[in-house]
């Protein structure tokens, strides 16, 4: 059974930073795409950022130069890296590992990232 666990969400001010980690167990994990995704009160989720198996990376363009997204595929653990975080980030952050046998693959169960003075 795939689980994935996020982590190191929290209250930050804004230009702060703050480093999210996604834990997958049950996977192979290696050979998928994980990305981020937010959702915000009254939005949509949207898609952050996403890397692929390969190490290649996409980035929504409200987040570009801000956050980074990297993986350990020994540690089966993605990461999130954000910087100069603005209030607009606000949102709770889940992770997400694609499988093309699957719809919307596999979530996460979100971690809440507040940005506020």
């Known amino acids: 059974q795939v689980q994935l666990v996020e982590s190191g969400g929290g209250l930050v001010q804004p230009g702060g930073s703050l480093r999210l980690s996604c834990a997958a167990s049950?996977?192979?994990?290696?050979?998928?795409?994980m990305g981020w995704y937010r959702q915000a009160p009254g939005k949509q989720r949207e898609l952050v950022a996403r890397?692929?198996?390969?190490?290649?990376?996409y980035y929504a363009s409200s987040v570009k130069g801000r956050f980074t997204i990297s993986r350990d595929n020994a540690k089966r653990t993605v990461y999130l890296q954000m910087n100069s975080l603005k209030p607009e980030d606000t949102a709770v952050y889940y992770c997400?590992?694609?499988?093309?046998?699957?719809?919307?693959?596999?979530w996460g169960q979100g971690t809440q990232v507040t940005v506020s003075s």
């Open positions: 997400n590992e694609e499988r093309p046998e699957r719809p919307g693959g596999y």
């Open positions: 049950g996977t192979i994990f290696s050979i998928y795409a």
């Open positions: 890397i692929g198996s390969g190490g290649s990376t």
